[in-house]
């Protein structure tokens, strides 16, 4: 017996879910308004598939989801949306295995295997998701370096695997003005990680890779 959570609150795509799931008998359906009856739902059901609409539901944003996510290691969630951004997609597919991805205006097939492959502990990324990723990537990439001097060179620095405070001291600048250009450089290039920064730089060809330890 298998437990579903149906968080969504557009009554036509609810009704059409609703009738595939309950095409197994043994399938058990549950319903939830808003984030707080899901986490409520889950406490009861922690394996249960989630199948969620990210857009109507009262998420503060993405980080908020994969923290519930995380917070429910056993559950696995089926994101359905009309629309989802590339930055989302992006952080919700590389940040855990829990989540797939459909879109409404997709495929009927894309839904039933998204529910095929939960039910075998696997997820589903839909060919248009995977597409939104890879095109957004390729803008990143064709997109123009917005790293001033000094933060080129300080991207150098942390690809040479020196520490924030070695940074510093090499410039004659304090920890607080070298964070403050990490974080900048992180916002710039919109990532999360140093191996991604220098990653995006090497791709940019602001640095050459024969300098670095990646």
Known sequence: ?????????????????ESLIRQDEDNVLHRAVDKAGLVQL???HENAVVLLDYTLFDF???EQLLIVGERFALSQWILISDELTPAFIRRVVYSSHQFSIVFKDGPLRDVREALQAVVQHNRFISQRAL?????????EDERPSVLTSTEIEIVKAIAQGK???E???ERFSSIHT???HRKNIFRKLGVNT????IKYALRAGLVDSSEFYI
């Open 131 to 139: 597409e939104v990723i890879i095109n957004h990537q390729q803008e």
């Open 194 to 197: 140093a191996h991604e920064v």
């Open 167 to 169: 940074i510093a001291n």
């Open 60 to 62: 503060a944003d993405v």
């Open 42 to 44: 889950l406490k009861e």
């Open 163 to 165: 520490s924030t405070k």
């Open 1 to 17: 017996m298998r437990q579903y959570i149906l968080a969504d609150n557009q009554d036509l795509t609810r009704f059409a879910l």
């Open 178 to 180: 070298i964070t403050t």
